[in-house]
């Protein structure tokens, strides 16, 4: 009986793992798909490539997770017509985050003079 104990809880010990990174693989290839069909139908609606970047990323549980928007700074307006398309698509439970791309303020430099 102490045999069949241990070989469950060993078994238990490699087997968990395994199943649990199945598990997982199964969530995020579920979110890149999803992430892949956002992404085109953006594309389609804005007819072409566009400067709006999607991340889909998988929750804990099965109807969880995060669909972000990626777009410049300055070109928020682009968002309207896109939130419209993107909202059919989400699954139940995810929630849609919009992030603006951190904008980098440069300034230009001085004109030297030639002498």
Do not use: H, K
């Not at 010990?13 to 199943?19: C, E, N, T, Y």
């Not at 017509?81 to 139940?92: D, I």
């Not at 303020?105 to 002498?115: E, G, L, Q, S």
Request: proline fraction near 7%.
């Amino acid at each position: 009986m102490t045999a069949l104990i241990t070989m469950s809880l060993l078994s238990l010990l490699f087997l968990g793992p395994l199943v649990w990174r199945l598990w997982r693989d199964r969530l995020e290839s579920r979110a890149l798909e999803l992430q892949a069909e956002i992404q085109a139908a953006i594309n389609a609606s804005l007819g072409g490539e566009s400067m709006i970047a999607v991340r889909v990323n998988a929750g804990s549980r099965e109807q969880s997770g995060t669909v972000e928007l990626f777009v410049p700074a300055g070109w928020e307006d682009m968002l309207d017509p896109v939130w419209r398309v993107v909202l059919p698509l989400m699954p139940a439970g995810y929630t849609l985050v919009f992030r603006p791309s951190p904008t980098s303020v440069r300034r230009a430099a001085p004109a030297r003079r030639a002498a």
